[in-house]
Structures are given as C-alpha cells and as structure tokens.
C-alpha cells in the first residue's frame, strides 16, 4: 500500500474507529443498561444495550465461551481478508478502498468492545409502533454502508467494463 491514494483505506478505518469507541463511552457514561431516551417520539431512542452475539442480535442469547472466541476468530479473519483485498485487490481503486476502510473500522471497532468488554455496545434503536429494528453502533452503520458501497462500485466498474 505505497501508493498514496490507498490512505482512502486508512482514513475511513481511523474516522469510524475513533467515532464509533468515542460514541459507545459517551452512552456507557450517560445511560444506564436498557435505558432508553427518545429522540424522534414513536421512531428513535438512545438506548444501552449489550450484544453478546453478532449482527441483528444473532446468537445473542448463546452466552458459552465458545461462541464467544468463535466471534472473535471471525472478526478477525474478516479484517485480515479486508487487509488483504486492500493490498492486492483494490490497489489504486480509491472508491472500492473508502469502502473496505468503513469496514475494516467498523469490524475492529466492535472487535474492541468484544474483546474489552465481552460483549458489544448498541445504542441507536428505531422502530414503529411495537417493532424494534434490533439496536445497532456506529461501527454496525460503517460496516453496512461500506459494504452497500462496495457493491455499488463493483457493480459499476462492471458496467462500465461490459
């Protein structure tokens, strides 16, 4: 990664890892657990919640060990292969490197809270009427939009190639 457009990587990763931990220590200092204060009546709340388990809640009600450093050794293979897709895959395709760089900070984000923590922040909750979408961070929104992105731009490098 000599190449000087590939900080489209780096400073993505460092921009959502400094917001999401900054984030998630302002709302652990703030609110209590299961707290929830509305922002947009009958559409958002702030909300404490821990995650024990991966994206949308999945597996968050299984509390062994085991699950535990299988999430771990999952996080990190997939921040290797994105370190790995920065470096060979994507040298020099700036938009395709801001992507993986909002994912690769997403990832160790919540691979900090993880590890640190033993189980993950969420704070931001939306809904409608009784249906909650499941609570999510800055680091699950990162992690979303760089994947959305990615797509988007692969899509379109094919077009253009087609």
């Known amino acids: 990664m000599k190449d000087r457009r590939n900080l489209f990587f780096v400073w993505p990763a460092v921009a959502v890892l400094i917001l999401d931990q900054l ?3 302002i709302v652990m200092a703030t ?3 299961y707290e929830s204060v509305p922002v947009i009546r009958g559409f958002f709340n702030l909300v404490l919640v821990r995650n024990r388990g ?13 699950v535990f450093y299988f999430l771990i050794l999952l996080t990190i293979s997939a921040i290797v292969i994105l370190i ?3 470096c060979r895959q994507a040298q020099g395709k700036t938009r395709v490197l801001f ?3 909002l994912i690769l900070g997403g990832a160790v984000g919540n691979l900090i809270d993880r ?3 033993g189980s993950v922040i969420d704070f931001l909750d939306f809904f409608v009427g009784r ?6 961070n800055l680091a699950d929104s990162a992690i979303s939009v760089g994947t959305i992105w990615i797509a988007i731009q692969l899509i379109r490098q094919g077009i253009h190639r087609g």
Request: glycine share 12%; proline share 6%.
């Open 23 to 25: 984030s998630k220590l």
């Open 31 to 33: 609110f209590d657990p």
């Open 54 to 66: 991966m994206a949308f809640g999945i597996m968050n009600h299984h509390q062994g060990r085991l």
């Open 84 to 86: 790995y897709w920065a």
């Open 99 to 101: 992507g993986l760089g």
């Open 115 to 117: 590890v640190r923590l």
């Open 131 to 136: 249906y909650h979408w499941p609570a999510f």
